[in-house]
């Protein structure tokens, strides 16, 4: 009968290879992290115009009514009301807290659709 070799220790090489590897990456992740930022080089150009960054106010009102700045808007015009937005723009949502909820994904769905990002929510402070 033959008899089974005897392991007499783990290899423990690969194991390092798998450490050294993880190690590089997180440090290399880490340095982006730290800086909040990756520098790049952006190439000149002589004529250009600026774009600032407009602010929208959505309301939703416990009845499903809309209001953009202040502005009554019906349901079916809000989509045509948003081509107008960016994605540098930033949108503040206050919602009655009676309001359904469908409204309330109606209007982030369109959003979302027009890939805007800085969405903020209005609420009251408690007290």
Same mark, same amino acid.
């Given at each position: ?10 290899n423990v ?12 990456i997180v440090l ?6 730290a800086?909040?930022?990756i ?19 959505i309301? &939703?009102? @416990? =009845? ?13 015009? *809000?989509?045509? +009301? ?8 930033s949108?503040? &949502?206050? @919602? =009655? ?7 309330f ?5 369109? *959003?979302?659709? +027009? ?11 408690n007290e």
């Amino acid at each position: 009968m033959k008899s089974l070799k005897r392991v007499e220790g783990i290899n423990v090489v690969p194991l390092i290879d798998i450490m050294l590897v993880l190690l590089t990456i997180v440090l290399t992740v880490s340095s982006f992290i730290a800086l909040g930022k990756i520098e790049i080089s952006l190439p000149q150009a002589s004529n250009f115009s600026k774009v600032e960054p407009k602010f929208y106010e959505i309301g &939703i009102t @416990a =009845d499903h009514q809309f209001f953009i700045n202040g502005e009554a808007v019906v349901r079916e015009d *809000l989509h045509v +009301k948003f081509e107008t937005l960016s994605k540098e723009d930033s949108v503040a &949502i206050s @919602a =009655d807290k009676m309001a359904a909820y469908e409204d309330f994904i109606y209007i982030i769905d369109l *959003l979302k659709a +027009k890939e805007i990002e800085k969405i903020g929510m209005v609420v009251n402070k408690n007290e």
